[in-house]
């Protein structure tokens, strides 16, 4: 039974995206980006969309932080870095390994139990460094296995059947659906199969920055708070060493963010503040920048956003252009920083 303060689902069409940046070679505009944008203020009115920000979209990887709070509030004892890595699309280091096996040794289970897909490493530095020892896909390995091995406890904590745990209509993924709906405040468009073999949900992108803010602004000692203070505090384990979203949330205080396949990321401030970006190509060297941009636009101050503003673009060895957010996305003149 859906509540009667739930939003309509947002509606499936094809997402009228707008120019977010420019590829600028030599002064000339050589490419373009494509995408959506909001922009959130603390009091979580829209201060600035560019593109769809109401169509309904994957969010892919960008809704662990959610599926995180819906199995903390399913009684997920975990804190720290193993909450962390619940809400993680980790590198496949060893510390994400060990902690994948810590919550599965918690639950009383093995690797057997996971029903990710067995995949590498994701970090191509430790991919290949796997590779050249011979060692071969595995679910562990997968980035994705701490919410699997997290789902598991979570099922074993409830009493709930493990075997089918992916299923949409299982107790654990009807749980995640109805806190994603609590959170983002509208029901859900759609539900299909993400990368890794769970349940994926469509929302609105305007929806999922809503839901992080809510997240980032939680009470303390709420599972909401709970999850944000974990991803805050290790950063690297919710995703990995060099990694550019680790690296955002060490270089903007207080910062909650997470990326997802196919160019998604959203970001939220503990005031409330919040931004959503979608890339139509799926391009990381486009979601960076106009994350970036977004958050300045919000108020952060640009000198901690430096270095997330795009790879140089080279030529002959030298660096020749860059990718440039849309002007649209430039920081007000006057507007407060924090």
Known sequence: MYSSSLADAPLVREPAHAPVAHLIRGGIVEGIHYGSVVVLGAD??????IGDIEAAFYPRSALKPVQAV?????????????????????????RHLAGARR??????????????????PFDPVVRDAWVR???LPSRLAQNCSGKHAAMLYTCVLNGWSLEDYLEPGHPLQQAIAEIL???????????????????LFSISLHGLARATARIATAAPGTPE?????????????????????????????????????EGVQVAALADGRAVAVKIADGANRARVPVTAAALARAGVDPELLTEFQGEPLLGGGREVGRVRPVRSLEPLAGAARA
């Open 181 to 199: 709906e609590d959170l983002t405040g509208q029901r859900i468009a759609g539900v299909t199969v993400d990368g890794c073999g769970a349940p």
């Open 44 to 49: 979580g009115e829209v201060r600035l969309q």
């Open 133 to 135: 020892e011979g060692r």
């Open 225 to 261: 708070a709970r999850v944000a203070d974990a991803m805050r505090e290790h950063a690297e384990m919710a995703s990995g060493s060099g990694r550019d979203v680790a690296a955002m949330m060490r270089a903007v205080p207080g910062l909650l963010s997470k990326d997802g396949f």
């Open 103 to 120: 919550i599965l040794d918690l639950a009383g289970l093995t690797e057997d139990h996971l029903r990710n897909v067995p995949d590498l």
């Open 70 to 94: 819906a199995m903390a509030r399913a009684g997920l004892p975990l804190d720290g870095e193993l909450l962390s890595l619940t809400a993680a699309s980790h590198s496949g280091e060893e």
